[in-house]
């Protein structure tokens, strides 16, 4: 076992029913072939810029695959309102922006992984810039720069005001589009993808085993794409950009198709995911009633950092006694003050004051928001503008190396679905386009060289036993609901115990029904409800495990932050489908 490992699963296994999942998701066979040299899943940055660097390397002889789960377009990064964080100011420094980062991240970063981001990331966004990105530009002719939260300079560029992420996803689709015909790829639209096919297991030096290596995905095409139902893609490399978990609450701004797909394929084939348990709830979210469901209209950051004040239902600001940052502190601080100001004030929500920077300021800097709140009958030139915390982000995922690799042989992961160290327990305001950008690219160029150099060649798939199971649609709210009181913005042993109760109360079509409950079947939303199901309960036995509060992990019964836990809590699926959670010491090498 790696030295850097401990085993923990016991402290977890005592308290309560061991979780057991499914290795497999229940789906018919497949019924056609494709075969490629890569397979890229998601069309967000992270997605977007494998793909174009993978095409560019691989030339018109290579065969690449870009799955997405809606439209070209829909990928999360369209949502993306505040900016791309990057050292691009004479005046700024990646120091300057890796200690930022680290402060975010409260311990528990990868330093060589923030230093890769920062070092990196302005010559990626220049590179956007060359590909057709307009980012706003500061009267000098450069691109202008604005502050958010936790940056002591001003670093963060814009496009469109507050439409950076559909700004940089136009650009990169472009690109796209252009060869799309190109017989060496082809853009698999309205699809999701159910498992990896992998090839045997192998042990180490050792004598611990190693999951199969990767042989291509399975994926269902929802009918409106080139190919119908269930199919195998066989393949020797696969890079998930599937983007983040938000729909395993009841209320996110994530798009409803961020169901934790990349996260649950990933655990269901072997791999290692770290740090689950460091979930961002984005402080100003647009409070529209307890009832409110589905995707959240956010308050970005940004305004914030324009100058916006946070007040509660009094009219009094509180940020200022808070932390010196005041308004500007880092999400998790901000929120965790939100939640405190609602406790103390009895309320549901505080206001965000935006009144004094003006009308036309606020019209023409944040066109996107204006347009939105207006839409709830809201005029934040002449309103207070309700907000609470609500799911954002997910710091943790598919445990990578520097290059994008899994634990899996031939599985990268890249962007929200990634676990590369770069968050730590909190992302700091507008690194996560960077991440995405920096190493999406950073896999596209280990792949490429593994690829020319036949390192990665094509295997045949072997059927892998394990159980299989599905959580009927119907169960999706149940499941919700067992997240938002669980690992939520607040937890507690009690609450997190309670939240894996009802989890492992969730009826599949592996196990008993009780009457009544619907029965499963493998269709789209069966399997997305199974994916949010799966990581849901990862969230809460890692939630638990911490013990401890650190960045966007609370715990009210452990609310200090303790140093014995500068770790990784990193889980993987035992053969039996058990889950087997190790601490890994934190370090600067490259693994």
């Known amino acids: 076992m790696d030295p850097a490992l401990t085993s923990a699963a016991a402290s977890v296994a005592v308290e309560s029913t061991r979780p057991v999942l499914a290795r497999r998701l229940t789906a018919p066979e497949p019924g056609w072939t494709a075969h490629a040299d890569v397979v890229v899943v998601g069309s967000g940055i992270a997605g977007l810029t494998a793909a174009l660097e993978l095409r560019r390397r691989l030339g018109p002889e290579g065969r690449l695959m870009l799955v997405t789960k809606g439209e070209l377009s829909s990928g999360s990064t369209v949502w993306a309102q505040g900016g791309i964080a990057a050292a691009l100011a004479p005046t700024d420094s990646p120091d300057a922006h890796l200690e930022d980062t680290l402060v975010a991240g409260v311990g528990v970063c990868d330093r060589a992984a923030v230093e890769v981001l920062v070092t990196e990331g302005p010559d990626r966004v220049r590179e956007l810039v060359g590909l057709g990105a307009h980012f706003d530009l500061a009267a000098d002719g450069d691109i202008a720069l604005t502050r958010e939260g936790g940056h002591h300079a001003d670093r963060i560029a814009h496009a469109g005001g507050d439409a950076t992420g559909a700004e940089i996803s136009r650009a990169l689709i472009v690109q796209l589009e252009a060869v799309r015909n190109d017989p060496g790829i082809e853009i698999v639209e309205h699809a999701l993808v159910l498992d990896l096919l992998q090839g045997p297991t192998t042990l180490d030096d050792e004598g611990h085993e190693v999951p199969g290596a990767v042989a291509g995905v399975t994926l269902h095409v929802i009918g409106e794409g080139r190919r119908d139902g269930v199919g195998a893609v066989l393949a ?38 770290g740090d689950v348990e460091f979930v961002q709830f984005h402080p100003t979210v647009l409070w ?19 100058g ?35 406790r103390l004030t009895e309320s549901n929500h505080v206001y965000l004051d935006a009144r004094h920077l003006g009308a036309d300021f606020l019209r023409e800097r944040f066109p996107t928001i204006t347009e939105r709140l207006l839409e709830h009958g809201i005029d934040w030139t002449t309103d207070l503008v309700p907000v609470a915390p609500a799911h954002h982000y997910h710091s943790g995922g598919v445990v ?14 890249a962007g929200e679905v990634a676990c590369t160290g770069v968050h730590g327990a909190n992302r700091l305001a507008s690194n996560s386009l960077l991440e995405g950008l920096v190493f999406a690219y950073r896999a596209a160029v280990d792949v490429a060289a593994r690829l020319t150099s036949g390192e990665l060649v094509r295997i045949e798939p072997v059927a892998h036993e394990g159980r299989t199971a599905l959580v009927a649609a119907a169960m999706r709210s149940r499941v919700q609901r067992a997240a938002a009181t669980g690992p939520g913005v607040l937890r507690s042993r009690e609450g997190l115990l309670a939240s894996l109760e009802r989890l492992a109360s969730v009826p599949t079509n592996g196990g008993p029904r009780p009457a009544g409950v619907v029965d499963a079947h493998p269709q789209v939303a069966e399997w997305e409800t199974t994916n949010i199901h799966q990581i849901a309960t990862v969230l809460a036995v890692t939630a638990l495990e911490r013990e401890e509060s650190r960045g966007g992990h609370v715990r009210t019964d452990f609310p200090e932050r303790d140093d014995a836990w500068l770790l990784r809590i990193e889980v993987r699926l035992a053969a039996d489908g058990s889950l087997e959670i190790l601490h890994r010491a934190h370090t600067s090498a490259e693994r």
């Open 236 to 273: 020797p490399a696969v890079i998930l950009a599937t983007g983040g978990i938000g729909q395993v609450y009841r209320s996110s701004t994530n798009p409803v198709q961020a169901t934790g797909d990349g996260d649950a394929l990933a655990l269901r084939a072997g791999a290692t995911l």
């Open 288 to 306: 529209a009633g307890s009832g409110v469901r589905g995707q959240l209209t956010l308050v970005s950051e940004a305004v914030r950092g324009e």
């Open 400 to 413: 990578t190396d520097l290059h994008g690799r899994s634990t899996v042989p031939g599985l990268y992961a």
């Open 308 to 342: 916006a004040l946070l007040v509660d239902i009094d009219g009094v600001r509180f940020m200022p006694d808070v932390h010196p940052m005041a308004e500007l502190a880092p999400r998790d601080v901000v929120a965790r003050a939100i939640v405190e100001r609602l």
